[in-house]
Structure formats: structure tokens, C-alpha cells
């Protein structure tokens, strides 16, 4: 069976950090560009981060830009986000996804939601004032 499972999520106050992980289990997914977003009750999912199949390009989105940082280690199947300078507004269950369809892709990863076909079941960050 393949499947993604997040972990590290959690309450903090605000200041805080966290380290969520993401490993991918059923099949290689080291040639695939990965991704996390979050979605935040009565929000729509959004695009926070994302990391090109050998992590040589990064792409963010501006709320998070310079406190969040993602990385991946392809031979423990795993792509993390350390979140730094945590706000209440970073309050969201954050999921991380796989675009399965491009294999070794050079170009930027991609930020769109639908750009991705594989996504973990989420884990919840609570940041507190």
C-alpha cells in the first residue's frame, strides 16, 4: 500500500518551532517534487512550501518566507518543514503531497494545489498568542 504519513504536529506558543515529517512508504518517491500546504478551518487548502526531487530548488510562499524552510532526505523517504517564528496565524492542518506525474523535474516545483496527485491525511498545528 502506498502511503504518506505526516507527523511533528502540535500546540505551541507563538515564537515557537516545529518540525513536521513526511515519509512515503509503498514505492520510491525520490524522483517526484514534494510539497506541504495547510488548510485552516473555513479556509481553502493553500500552497506553504515546496522541494524539486534533489532539493536543489525551493519555492515558498510569501507568509512564510524566511521562517519556514523545507528540506528531504530521499533515502529515508522523507521531506520535512521546520517551522520557526511560529504566528496564530500558521494555525492549520498541514499536508504534504507528491507530484507523481514528472519524474526528475528541473523546472521550479510547482505551488498549485492541482499540480499534485498524492497527499498524506494531515496533522494539526495549533499556535497559541
Known amino acids: 500500500q502506498v502511503q504518506a504519513v505526516e507527523s511533528g504536529g502540535g500546540s505551541v506558543q507563538a515564537g515557537g518551532s516545529l518540525r513536521l515529517s513526511c515519509t512515503a512508504s509503498?514505492?520510491?518517491?525520490?524522483?517526484?517534487?514534494r510539497g506541504w500546504f495547510r488548510q485552516a478551518p473555513g479556509k481553502e487548502r493553500e500552497f506553504v512550501a515546496a522541494?524539486?526531487?534533489?532539493?536543489?530548488?525551493?519555492n515558498y510562499a510569501d507568509a512564510v518566507k524566511g521562517r519556514f524552510t523545507i528540506s528531504r532526505d530521499n533515502s529515508k523517504s522523507t521531506v520535512y518543514l521546520q517551522m520557526n517564528s511560529l504566528k496564530p496565524e500558521d494555525t492549520a492542518v498541514y499536508y504534504c503531497?507528491?507530484?507523481?506525474?514528472?519524474?526528475?523535474?528541473?523546472?521550479?516545483?510547482?505551488?498549485?494545489?492541482?499540480?499534485?496527485?498524492?497527499w498524506g491525511q494531515g496533522t494539526q498545528v495549533t499556535v497559541s498568542s
Open positions: 503531497a507528491a507530484d507523481s506525474s514528472r519524474h526528475f523535474a528541473s523546472a521550479r516545483p510547482p505551488s498549485l494545489l492541482s499540480e499534485y496527485n498524492f
Open positions: 509503498g514505492r520510491s518517491f525520490g524522483s517526484y517534487a
Open positions: 522541494i524539486s526531487w534533489n532539493g536543489g530548488i525551493t
